[in-house]
């Protein structure tokens, strides 16, 4: 845990001086994750494929980033897709061949999330009155796909079985099931997440003996089915060239792309090497477009375009080279390439200049692709990606599905996007008294949402609601399948906004827990008996009473003045330092004026930022970026700015 001052500057007063030079610190070799990598090629190419989050092996996570370079490993899968993509990308940008064709299944029993019913013969899932079932699949090229759900039927009574199909908000199709059967329809999708819900339409039973019942297997998604490929949309811009001769048009085009694909001018030796893979396709028989598209895939393949490169010129400290410091920050601020002004930046060399590279980050913070930071910063330290892997137990949370679901990411992603690139303080996370939210969410909160479609920006006054800590992603992520959890809520607060990870439990210690209906006893009581062990009261007296003051909101959010016992709930809560709060609402208000909360943002904007986690060096540059933050009223835009102009993040040192 760091402890630093927090210096509070007066209105009108001027941020600290800078603190002396000292180490930077060294990044290891920085190898694009597949956010990074996906990216990076939506940039360069404007595709839609997502190449990495289709095929690439997911990436290991390091101080609680996946792109923490010295987790960022190389395995032989990764060079086999890299390849694929290679051929992907090059035969959308010139339009050859024909589409690649997925089909993505979903099973209902475990990929699905249901209204009603329960599993049915281990391998389905039975809708035994009027609901809905539904999953989610990704289209990675958009076209005519076919949809379509595998079920079968209990019929009673003089109807058969009625289902309708719907993709997103459009019903594609109304079927009567009378047999075992996939029952399918077609569709124009574009790219992007989608959300497949197979809806039971006529209930019907005669008591005691007569049951109509809908059985659902699995959903079924193909396509495109249209495989005729269009050429890249940026394949006018990739391969523009004004001289009419092919030899000198290619180089020019592999020049450019080169300078953009690796972030920085080839060498003669290296431009030499890529134009010779253009002349070898091209002695071979090859059309220019073949012998350009070797030449880019070279490129694609190349160490400089998969890893982030930055040299050493000398021993010890010294500054990145423009177009590595322009590579550093597109990546921290757009998990992407650099664009073309940030590379002109680069090559007149300003940007090594303090006033320019904060010009430029602020410009960068403005562009649409910063809300990469939402994603991939915020989407992490605040587990809005946590959401999507929640499997709530429909049992005994009936209100749950993946409408639901996607409702409380949305809303995360909303509120977070507007905290962090706005001017408002990063503290109203824990004070702000307003979220985001659609009518679902608004039916799931007890709260008005205007009856319009869409998500709205709604007030929380007069709700028991305040900030990030009573969101239902949030609380849902940190609950367990049955029910609420007051220690993953706590450890998430002390690990995420406070930086003080307790340790692991004892070997056996969770078997050990009673089951809250067969004790009799409240969350709360079984925690306090079992906080009465010393081994577990050490980290249990931080984690419990923060994990306490939530109890009021269940395993999905939803408001409770009872647990899941029955046994009312008591969200009082006092703090081992002696700060007491009667809910979560103190506890957020307490956070937003904890320094060490504002040290923690610190150290996680730092580390994600350098890709790379805090070394004992680096602690007068934190304690310098601390002030800055401070001084600024905790904007998050300040924070990212000060972390920028820092020494360890414009140098490095030679190991």
């Not at 029952?183 to 007569?210: K, M, Q």
């Not at 190349?302 to 930055?310: C, D, L």
């Not at 599905?401 to 690139?421: A, C, H, I």
């Not at 009667?582 to 730092?606: I, M, T, W």
């Amino acid at each position: 845990m760091r402890w630093l001052p927090v210096l509070l500057v007066a209105c009108g007063g001027s941020p600290p001086a800078e603190n002396p030079p000292g180490d930077p610190g060294t990044v290891t070799l920085h190898r694009l994750n597949r956010a990074e990598y996906d990216n990076t090629v939506r940039d360069l190419f404007g595709t839609a494929l997502r190449p990495a989050a289709a095929q690439f092996p997911a990436d290991d996570f390091g101080y609680g980033f996946d792109n923490n370079a010295d987790v960022l490993s190389l395995s032989p899968l990764h060079l086999e897709m890299y390849q694929l993509a290679a051929d992907q990308l090059v035969d959308e940008l010139f339009g050859w061949g024909t589409l690649p064709q997925t089909t993505t299944v979903l099973q209902a029993e475990t990929d699905m999330l249901a209204s009603v019913g329960a599993v049915h013969d281990v391998t389905s899932w039975m809708l035994w009155t009027n609901g809905d079932i539904s999953g989610s699949f990704y289209v990675d090229v958009g076209g005519t796909w076919q949809v379509g759900a595998r079920v079968a039927a209990q019929q009673a009574g003089d109807e058969l079985v009625a289902i309708a199909l719907q993709v997103d908000e459009q019903v594609v199709g109304n079927f009567d099931v009378d047999d075992d059967d996939l029952y399918a329809a077609r569709i124009i999708l574009g790219p992007g997440e989608h959300t497949i819900s197979v809806h039971y339409l006529n209930d019907w039973e005669a008591p005691p003996a007569e049951d109509r019942n809908l059985i659902v297997d699995e959903v079924v998604a193909t396509g495109p089915l249209d495989q005729q490929r269009d050429p890249s949309v940026a394949s006018e811009r990739i391969l523009a060239c004004e001289d009419e001769e092919q030899a000198r048009c290619a180089e020019e085009i592999i020049a450019n792309f080169g300078r953009r694909a690796w972030r920085r001018p080839l060498t003669d030796v290296e431009f030499a090497a890529k134009m010779s893979l253009y002349g070898a396709a091209r002695n071979l028989g090859g059309s220019f477009e073949e012998g350009l598209g070797t030449a880019i895939q070279g490129i694609l393949l190349s160490p400089n375009f998969i890893y982030r490169v930055e040299r050493d010129v000398a021993a010890g400290p010294q500054p990145l080279n423009p177009y590595e410091l322009a590579t550093r920050l597109s990546y921290f601020l757009w998990s992407s390439t650099p664009d073309d002004e940030l590379l002109e930046r680069a090559a007149d060399g300003t940007l090594s200049q303090p006033a320019v590279l904060e010009a430029q980050a602020r410009r960068l913070l403005s562009d649409p692709r910063a809300n990469a930071l939402v994603d991939n910063f915020a989407g992490q330290l605040m587990y809005v990606r946590a959401i999507a892997d929640t499997a709530p137990s429909i049992e005994d949370y009936p209100s749950w599905d993946v409408g639901l679901q996607g409702s409380m990411e949305d809303e995360m992603r909303l509120f977070l996007r507007e905290v962090l690139l706005s001017d408002a303080s990063m503290m109203a996370i824990f004070t702000a008294d307003w979220t985001w939210a659609d009518a679902r969410l608004g039916e799931h909160y007890g709260i008005e949402v205007p009856a319009l479609p869409g998500f709205h920006r709604v007030s929380l006054e007069g709700s028991k609601r305040q900030g990030l800590l009573t969101m239902g992603g949030l609380l849902t992520a940190n609950s367990y399948p049955t029910r609420s959890s007051p220690v993953k809520r706590g450890r998430w607060v002390l690990e995420n906004l406070m930086c003080a990870s307790p340790p692991p439990p004892p070997a056996g210690i969770a078997d050990s827990f009673p089951d809250i209906d067969e004790s009799g006893l409240s969350q709360r009581e079984i925690m306090e008996l079992h906080r009465a062990d010393p081994v577990c009261a050490s980290c249990h007296a931080s984690m419990d009473p923060i994990g306490f003051s939530m109890e009021h909101f269940d395993g999905i959010g939803a408001y409770r003045d009872a647990d899941e016992g029955g046994r009312p709930v008591a969200s009082d809560a006092e703090l081992p330092d002696g700060t007491a709060f009667d809910d979560v609402r103190g506890l957020s208000d307490y956070l937003a004026e904890n320094p060490q909360v504002h040290s923690c943002l610190v150290d996680k904007a730092f580390t994600y930022g350098l890709g790379r986690g805090p070394i004992q060096s680096d602690a007068p540059y934190l304690a310098q970026i601390e002030r800055e933050f401070a001084w600024s009223n905790y904007r998050f835009g300040e924070l990212v700015v000060a972390i920028t102009l820092s020494e360890p993040f414009r140098k490095r040192s030679a190991p």
